[in-house]
C-alpha cells in the first residue's frame, strides 16, 4: 500500500478531513512499516513549544497543553533542517530524548519523527516508537513516501483550532458539534 494522492485529496475534501487522513495515514503506516506505538504533535515555533494531538498511549503520552521546545539534536534535525529524525537503539534516543527511559520501559528501542512542512517549516511531527532495530534505511524510506499524507492531516488540523484540536475522533464532535 502506498500513498493514493487521489485518495488523499478525497479524504481532505470530506467532514473531519483531519482526523480521516491522518486515519488514512496510520493505516498506510501501518502496513508498509508496522511500528509499536504512535504520537503526534503540532509545534508554534514563533513561541518555541509544542503540544502531543494524537496518542495510541495516552496513559504513557497523554494529549495535553504545550511545552517547550529543547535545542537539541532532534531540533537541529528536524525543526531547523526539516528532515526525518530517526534512531535504531535506546542509547540513541537518550541522547535526545528525557522520556529515553519510559520508551524503554515500554518495550520500544529506536524511533522515527516524519515532519509535517509546510511553508517552509515544521508544523507537526508523526512520531514512531519500535523495537530496536526497527527503523532501518529501507524501513524509514518506505515511511517517507508517506510525507504529504503526514503534511495534508496537519495542514488540516491547522484549519481548525490550533490551541486546542487532535486528530482523536471524540475530540472532532466535540469542537464541532454541528456537524456530529
Request: proline residues 4%.
Amino acid at each position: 500500500m502506498s500513498c493514493d494522492m487521489t485518495a488523499l485529496f478525497r479524504l481532505a475534501a470530506e467532514p473531519y478531513a483531519a482526523r480521516r487522513v491522518f486515519a488514512y495515514l496510520l493505516d498506510g503506516l501501518n502496513a508498509e512499516i508496522g511500528k509499536g506505538l504512535t504520537t503526534a504533535s503540532v509545534y508554534d515555533l514563533s513561541r518555541m513549544r509544542s503540544r502531543r494531538v494524537f496518542s495510541e498511549n495516552v496513559e504513557a503520552y497523554a494529549l495535553g497543553g504545550f511545552k517547550p521546545l529543547e535545542r537539541n539534536r532532534y531540533y537541529e534535525t528536524v525543526i531547523a533542517s526539516n528532515r526525518h529524525f530517526s534512531t535504531t537503539t535506546i542509547e540513541q534516543i537518550a541522547e535526545v530524548f528525557f522520556d529515553w527511559e519510559k520508551i524503554r520501559d515500554l518495550g520500544f528501542e529506536s524511533n522515527m519523527n516524519l515532519p509535517a512542512i509546510a511553508d517552509g517549516r515544521v508544523i507537526g511531527t508523526v512520531n514512531l516508537l519500535g523495537p530496536r532495530g526497527h527503523f532501518t534505511q529501507e524501513t524509514v524510506a518506505r515511511a517517507l513516501a508517506w510525507q504529504p499524507a503526514v503534511t495534508a492531516a496537519f495542514l488540516l488540523l491547522n484549519l481548525e483550532d490550533t490551541e486546542t484540536a487532535t486528530f482523536h475522533p471524540d475530540t472532532a464532535r466535540a469542537a464541532r458539534p454541528d456537524q456530529a
